[in-house]
């Protein structure tokens, strides 16, 4: 299994478990996390363990997470590669709401430049509207917004989030796209052909799951296999996902120490054949 990929017409070379910390924020993405310290060093420990790859918005919390990246890891060493999402802002009682208006992009943009502590962002996702998943409408304004503000020199790549496979070709069209971040587990595998079609293309595909976490599908198959590897039901769905596609990269969040190493330690497991056939089959 690589542990690295490097998206087509990127020179980001991503170790594939990176970190998503949409949990550094409060409840339900909401306000500051009950433990700070906590939370400042899960991602201290995470970068010391190989990870290159923060996943994140100014959207969660708001700014909440982006400015306890900056606490915990500025000045960033190099290597790491930090990718946001805009799209979307938060409503006072903290619901979702789409913004993606050229002037909300930009806005977005200079908000995560200025609580990352950064003068330009490595990868930024369009997180696309529908709050229940891709809902088709049409991108081309809001990329040829992002457009303008990669040639302005604010972003270096841009990426796609909540999206279908008509969405990713009409963003191709318009402008390069190096990622794509969609919801996929081995409970939820509507991305199958596109997570093949973007690894022939030399896109990376990076799965996420509703509520920011991970709860991996209870079945004989997952409980066998993990107890033949003697790791745990996540880390063997994990080590699916990085088995599945090449192209693959996970984010498993989490605000304990002893649980992002062992969403790490999910890299080194290698599941035979069969195993990967009775998961896959799910």
Not at 38 to 64: C, K, M, Q, W
Not at 95 to 100: D, E, G, L, T, V
Not at 168 to 182: G, K, L, M, Y
């Amino acid at each position: 299994m690589s542990k690295q990929f490097s998206p087509a017409n990127c020179d980001i070379a991503f170790n594939r478990i990176g970190y998503g910390a949409m949990q550094l924020a409060g409840p339900h993405v909401w306000g500051p996390p009950k433990d700070r310290a906590a939370a400042v060093a899960v991602l201290r420990e995470a970068v010391e363990l190989g990870v290159n790859h923060i996943d994140t918005s100014d959207f969660y919390g708001p700014h909440v997470t982006n400015q306890i990246i900056r606490e915990a890891l500025h000045p960033y060493r190099d290597g790491l590669t930090i990718v946001t999402k805009i799209g979307f802002l938060r409503g006072e009682d903290a619901s979702w709401h789409p913004a993606a208006s050229p002037q909300q992009l930009r806005d977005a943009v200079h908000d995560n430049l200025r609580n990352l502590g950064l003068d330009a962002l490595d990868v930024v996702n369009l997180r696309a509207p529908g709050l229940e998943g891709p809902d088709g409408s049409s991108l081309g304004e809001s990329l040829a917004a992002m457009v303008r503000l990669k040639d302005e020199g604010l972003i270096r790549h841009i990426g796609l989030s909540n999206v279908d496979a008509q969405q990713v070709a009409e963003a191709q069209r318009i402008t390069d796209i190096v990622c794509v971040q969609n919801h996929y587990n081995l409970a939820h595998r509507g991305d199958d052909a596109l997570i093949d079609t973007l690894a022939a293309q030399g896109i990376a595909y990076v799965p996420f799951f509703p509520l920011g976490g991970f709860s991996p599908l209870q079945s004989d198959a997952l409980t066998q296999a993990a107890a033949t590897l003697q790791a745990t039901p996540m880390q063997v769905a994990l080590a699916w996902l990085l088995q599945r596609s090449p192209n693959m990269l996970v984010i498993p969040g989490t605000l304990s120490v002893a649980h992002l190493r062992e969403n790490i330690a999910a890299g080194a497991l290698q599941l035979a054949p069969t195993t990967l056939a009775a998961l896959s089959a799910l």
